[in-house]
């Protein structure tokens, strides 16, 4: 991977890219939302269907050449819905953002009502939230995890449902380490005549693969991205009844996108085919197991994590009690000066700024693609440790950075 052609042209970007490459080489990606696609999609995703403008749906475009693009968008559909069992798929939503958003705009007018995770408590920007358009143009309230459990407040939610009367209920989180009750949530939109979208961007793997309950058939709408843990890089998709086919395929075309990414739409494809395999499914089964080892020896150096644990791909940990002078932000940035790249994060009761938060945020989606094991990852959650109690060492970070890179080169990524 040497970017020949760009550096010919502009050695600037070519250098940048360069770097990258190099940077995911000789570091931890544990950005929980992050995660490394295959040299496939790679390929997929920089191919020339980049040129092709292929506005409309498979047998309805709007110009004339799309013969390749139709045969890859229905390749891609078919796969989806062979990979989460869904009646009707969208593949065109450039991000998980524009995914929510065609649903919202599919059955929402302005001034409706949004019921959502509270951000700090694990929630998403698209979901509601002041700065987003979706918190300007609909009313939105906000239900919350339970202070002391850290679980999603099951109860809270319905009676906040039964007060607000909201037109839709989001579920589907950011920053949530736990199975999520779908059904539960469900009840609660029943029980009020409203719309449940559950937003799987971070699961979508992990249902896929069977290992988190899944929505679909439960909620009305299910929304994903494509580049988190199903790996089919850069991409939004929205799963739905055929009863909502045509409303959901109107608002993410015409009503919120021009062209669809055609490339994009290629790299969902392939990943999707790669995630059919059923070594995806042990791959899914390993992040989960990655996890809970990461939590267990976190948890083991003394730092408390939010809901106490895992089910999923993710930890959260909240500082307050073991660090509480060290906020989020500046414990990422240490991590991050040893090759160890997270983000520090809120946490549910959040008493810092959302710039520099309580608590840090770590998954195992990335170092499981490149082959970590249970005892690596013991050892990434030992190197954390030693980080984080630390942090104004440069001895601690250089000799960390040093071993992280040993460990990076144990797992080479792109060979
Ligand atoms: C990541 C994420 C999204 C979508 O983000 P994009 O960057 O637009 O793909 C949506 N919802 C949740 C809960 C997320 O975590």
Redesign the pocket.
């Known amino acids: 991977m040497d970017h020949e052609h760009v550096r010919e042209v502009d050695p600037a970007v070519a250098d940048a890219l360069d770097g990258e490459r190099d940077r995911q080489e000789q570091t931890l990606a544990m950005i929980a939302?992050e995660n490394h696609v295959s040299e496939a999609v790679l390929e997929a995703q920089g191919s020339v269907l980049t040129n092709k403008y292929a506005e409309g749906y498979p047998g309805g475009r709007y110009y004339a050449g799309c013969e390749y693009a139709d045969e890859v968008e229905e390749l891609a559909i078919e796969r989806a819905k062979e990979l989460w069992g869904a009646e009707h798929v969208n593949v065109q939503p450039?991000?998980?953002?524009?995914?929510?958003q065609a649903v919202y705009y599919a059955v929402l007018d302005p001034g409706d009502k949004i019921l959502s995770l509270d951000l700090n408590h694990?929630?998403?920007?698209?979901?509601g939230h002041p700065a987003n358009f979706t918190g300007q143009i609909y009313e939105v309230e906000q239900y919350e995890v339970d202070a002391d459990t850290g679980y999603i407040d099951y109860e809270g939610l319905r009676e906040a449902a039964e007060e607000f009367e909201p037109d839709i209920i989001v579920s589907?989180?950011?920053?949530y380490p736990r199975t999520v009750d779908w059904e539960e949530i469900q009840a609660a939109a029943d029980a009020v005549d409203a719309y449940h979208l559950a937003?799987?961007?971070?699961i979508t793997g992990l249902v896929a693969a069977g290992v988190h309950p899944s929505p679909v058939g439960v909620a009305d709408f299910v929304?994903?991205?494509?580049?988190?843990t199903i790996r089919a890089g850069?991409?939004?998709i929205v799963l739905c009844d055929e009863q909502f086919a045509d409303d959901i395929d109107k608002a993410v075309f015409p009503g919120g996108q021009g062209g669809p990414l055609m490339h994009n739409v290629a790299g969902k494809a392939v990943g999707f085919k790669e995630a059919l395999d059923p070594s995806f499914d042990e791959y899914a089964q390993n992040v989960v197991d990655n996890a809970d080892v990461l939590a267990e020896t976190l948890q083991d150096h003394g730092f408390t994590l939010v809901s106490g644990g895992t089910d999923n791909h993710l930890v959260l940990v909240d500082l307050r009690d073991s660090h509480p002078d060290l906020p989020g932000g500046d414990a990422a940035d240490a991590l991050a000066a040893a090759n160890i790249v997270l983000n520090g994060n809120t946490v549910p009761s959040e008493t810092r700024s959302p710039f520099n938060p309580s608590g840090i945020r770590a998954g195992t989606a990335g170092l499981t693609t490149r082959g970590f094991d249970a005892a690596a990852i013991e050892e990434v959650g030992d190197l954390i440790h030693r980080v984080v109690d630390n942090v104004d060492s440069d001895d601690v970070i250089y000799e960390v950075g040093e071993r992280v890179v040993e460990l990076c080169e144990e797992h080479p990524l792109y060979e």
């Not at 589907?172 to 920053?175: E, H, K, Q, V």
């Open positions: 939302s450039h991000s998980g953002t524009q995914a929510n694990g929630g998403h920007l698209s979901h589907g989180y950011s920053a937003d799987i961007a971070h929304t994903g991205s494509t580049h988190k850069r991409g939004g």
